[in-house]
């Protein structure tokens, strides 16, 4: 039980965990900020969908506000400086495409990249977390399942008008999950999460997604190679 023994090892106290763990714990209170705002702005952008839109943010609020506890049971402060740098890709093409009216790159964005990073960081670090933050997480990780499914039904029954803009979206986003997932290898592994692992989790999610809206096996690995580019 090499997992099991993983855990028995890690310290939740040390300096180096915490210094860590600041960094983590600030991504993953930005990240669930970040949802909030965008389901928000896409509440505007699809009235008809707003009341269900409106209930996914203040879901993600909520999540905001369990890992914010998760940081103060470990007597960590988020570096949230860092965590806002670290989202300022993604949140600067959100934002150029909610000015553009750009409805499909919105939800894939926000709806599937951002979900599919957040349920394959979750997966990862449930099994290593200490236990006050294993439950908090475990509880995130089946509401995040459910926002992707909302973008991934919202696009699969536009499928055919929102492919071409899908494809260029993604060849626009995904190589930048690849940069965030580089960057943050480091303060993971100290966590206990591997790279290979959280890359594994998030193709899991993207492609099975992606799949379920209409695209192909060997179009989506043809997507999937944006970001292996800059793997």
């Given at each position: 039980m090499p997992q099991l023994e993983a855990i028995a090892e890690i310290d939740f106290n040390t300096n180096t965990y915490k210094?860590?763990?600041?960094?983590?714990?600030?991504?993953?209170?930005?990240?669930?900020?970040?949802?909030?705002d965008n389901y928000i702005k896409l509440g505007e952008m699809l009235p008809h969908e707003k009341d269900e839109l409106v209930r996914l943010s203040k879901m993600e609020?909520?999540?905001?506000?369990g890992f914010q506890a998760c940081g103060r049971n470990l007597e960590v402060t988020p570096d949230m400086g860092y965590a806002r740098q670290f989202f300022s890709q993604l949140h600067q093409n959100f934002q150029?495409?909610?000015?553009?009216?750009?409805?499909?790159?919105?939800?894939?964005?926000?709806?599937?990249i951002i979900e599919s990073f957040a349920i394959a960081a979750y997966n990862i670090y449930i099994p290593v977390a200490d236990p006050f933050a294993r439950k908090i997480t475990e509880g995130v990780v089946q509401d995040e399942y459910m926002h992707l499914n909302f973008g991934e039904e919202w696009l699969k029954a536009h499928f055919e008008e929102s492919k071409a803009e899908l494809e260029e979206a993604n060849s626009q986003n995904l190589p930048i999950v690849?940069?965030?997932?580089?960057?943050?290898?480091?303060?993971?592994?100290?966590?206990?999460?591997?790279?290979?692992?959280?890359v594994e989790d998030f193709m899991i999610a993207y492609g099975e997604a992606l799949n379920n809206m209409g695209f192909t096996t060997r179009e989506i690995m043809r997507m999937s190679a944006y970001g292996l580019k800059g793997a």
């Open positions: 210094d860590a763990y600041s960094r983590i714990n600030a991504i993953v209170i930005e990240g669930e900020q970040e949802a909030h609020k909520r999540h905001m506000k150029d495409a909610a000015a553009e009216g750009k409805v499909v790159t919105c939800l894939l964005i926000q709806s599937l690849w940069k965030m997932l580089n960057e943050v290898e480091k303060d993971a592994h100290i966590l206990g999460m591997e790279k290979d692992a959280l």
